[in-house]
């Protein structure tokens, strides 16, 4: 049965509100902002995974231990909301979720969460650069979650709701190329 | 003229045919003539008045019946062979028309000839010009296509070496960049990029 | 082109850094969720324009191109460009705050491009001097001005009874192997030397029949003044749906901007472009595939709804520019299949509607051997007779009446074999003027042997000929005039009138020539 979009966006703030409630009550709202993004990614990423999870004549049980197997690491109350999206075969709603919850965490933490990926970790002091130019520029707090990519050779990229900034030598490396190879 | 000497011819016949008639008296004058000398000559109105009367009644009855008869044949033949004259003349001046006009043709049709001839050979030589100029420049685009050609080849060449030139480069650099900076450097560089990096508002 | 050297790279490199560092700017960024079937829907994007052009990072960091469509709530659906089998769910989208744009300028010419404007003819790069939007609106009212030049396609029964003007659109139109493509490509041939630049797009055929067409233009030297956009039928849908847009993209440089490459105005003329779409049925069914992949609701034949308008957006960016503007203008010659001659199907009545008139080629008169087959008696120009050169119009009346009355006619006689002589005549002149009207291909005539040529039956000297020998009489006619009297076919060329002289020339010249033709062979 298909669901309709509106439906959709009904269960995900569902499960988005609940999720946040929890998160709250455990105080990871943060973390689990980061960990969600990738449980996305991970789903999103293998067709395999999402085909298992959604086949309803797979037993529960065995979808459980396939999460269970794959998302260990994560907290125990985004694994359960995530079991239960499955059991429900609700597995559609879950870049929605993503989204509400985000907006959710932001407006809880007072805060935007910014993406930020380096080729070698951060310290203090860029962490300040980075929070004083865009929190005045944003107007809001930024919280900075912090990845490391050695693909970018070096530089920063920086995310954040569906925007961002490549200044990693990687992409310039990369539009330089073309526009050598391009030049006349 | 020719009336006249038919008319005596006419006479003349008329005569004999009267003497043939009358035999006797004929014979009788004879005898009268032998016997009076002179008197042979002067006519003897005994004899002469029924001889003038037979002659002119024959004299009559003939120009009655036998000459327009005898008239009619004449002229039926004298226009037979007048006609006959003037087909030949007429035939003569239209054989000497069609002969002239066959010259005429003639000579016409050798100018004709010679037109076409002519004709054909500036037709030839128009083609022939016309042939050898498309195939000048159908060489002269072969040439030009050639060159094209090779200019293009040359292009694609360059084209591609640039290519692996820059693939080359930035490959080489990137090696460079990734292993020679040290953790201090990577985060000047951070620094530098979060300076110059523009804002999430705009766009 | 710079030769390359070490220096020369170390600064081009410099200066490129250079400029890349200060414009990092922040970029909307999405990620695929599905692909497949040449569209890919994307999560995020919610600034992207219908229609922008987007750029997938694949693998390998490979640039991969696509147009956005589908804006929905939550998701863009976005066709690909090019190489799908690179991207896959989870990469990365980007947008580039701009419509599809293809590059263009005097280098394409001669070149066989594909619809995003890379050659594909292995001839190396070619330089662009600008380019145009895919998508562009078609100007207005007043930057227009009527048709009153003509195209001269180079087809006698073209030419002479369904004229076309320069800036006008005339649909070609009828079954598979009717001789559709060869009449446009006898048009391109016959532009040599009529300051007309030509546009071939290919879409949807195979690509041997494109090499093809290649070759053939490229031997009567036609190459030279001619782009070809290829999407061939193993190019994804996308690439064919925009291949005449892009086509007519290249083309527009020419008529907005002059011989010199600068923009054309009042004293810097634009260009004369024509467009050849073979052929817009495919284009639609690309469509039709890439609307329900999308999953937009089918119409009638299961097209989209908005596939008319698909149409005469193409179609309308056909053009005579104004006299301020430059007076270039833009012909577009659409060609449309249709199956077993049904020309009510939906894509054709509605190019038909769109256009100004059509070209019907019909199969049986195809293989009756009356090449080129087109239909005279249905087929229709509604503009072109301004466009005609006045010799052209005094002739071409008469045929126009001749045939008319032939095809009645003939129609008429099946019944019955008493005609008096009135009516024997006009079978006989008629049947003569359809023979006349045969054409080989790629042998386009000028203008001015056409005109001769039609005069010729006018005036009654085919009347004498056996059917057999009138081809036959027309070519060596001409031959003949050109080789002898071509200062007449001159004159008839520059007047582009018969005047009186002229006429009595002419009827002398044929008298003279038909003397000394002979019959048999």
Redesign the interface.
Known sequence: MKTS?VNIRAKAEVYARVLLEAAQASDRVFVLTGELAELL?TV??S?ELRSALSEATFPEQAKKAIIAEIFSDYAPELLATFEVMVERGDLATL??VCEFYYALAEEALGAIILDVS???P??E??RQ??IT??SS??GRGVLLREYID?DL????V??????????S??S????????????? | MKQNIRLVAIGTAAMATLSFALPVLAFAAEEGEETMGIGLLIPKPGEFIPMLIGFIVLWIVLAKLAWPAFMGMIDKRAAKIKEALETAENARIESERVLEEHRAELSRAKKEAADIIATARQTAESVKAEITASAQTEAEILIAKARTAIEAEKKSALAELQGSVADMTVSVTRKVIGTDLSDAEHRSIISRYIAEAGSFNEN | MAEITADNIDAVLRRQLDAINTSVESREVGTVIQIGDGIARIDGLKGAMAGELLEFLGEGNELVYGLAQNLEEDEVGAVLLGDITTIKENDQVRTTGHIVEVPSGRDFLGRVVNPLGEPVDGKGPIHAEGSRPVEFRAPGVVERQGVNEPVQMGILAIDSMIPIGRGQRELIIGDRQTGKTAIAIDTIINSKGKDLICIYVAIGQKASTVADVVETLERFGAMEYTIVVCASAADSAPLQYIAPMSGVAMGEFFIYNGADGEPASETNPGRHVLCVYDDLSKQAVAYRQMSLTLRRPPGREAYPGDVFYLHSRLLERAIKLSDKNGAGSLTALPIIETQAGDISAYIPTNVISITDGQIFLQSDLFFQGQRPAVNVGISVSRVGGDAQIKAMRQVAGSLRLDLAAYRELQAFSQFGSDLDKATQDQLNRGARMTELLKQGRYVPMPVEEQVVAIFAGNQGFLDSLPLASVLRFREELLQFLRASHADILEAIATEKKLTDVIIEQLKAHIAGFKEQFSVEE
């Open positions: 979009a990614a999103r990423g067709l870049p929605r380096t080729v070698v951060l310290d002091e860029l650069q980075i130019k865009y520029q944003l050695p050779i070096g530089g920063i920086l995310a954040s709701h569906g925007k961002r900034i490549d200044a030598v990687s310039q490396l990369e539009n330089a190329r073309q526009v050598l190879s391009l030049s006349q």
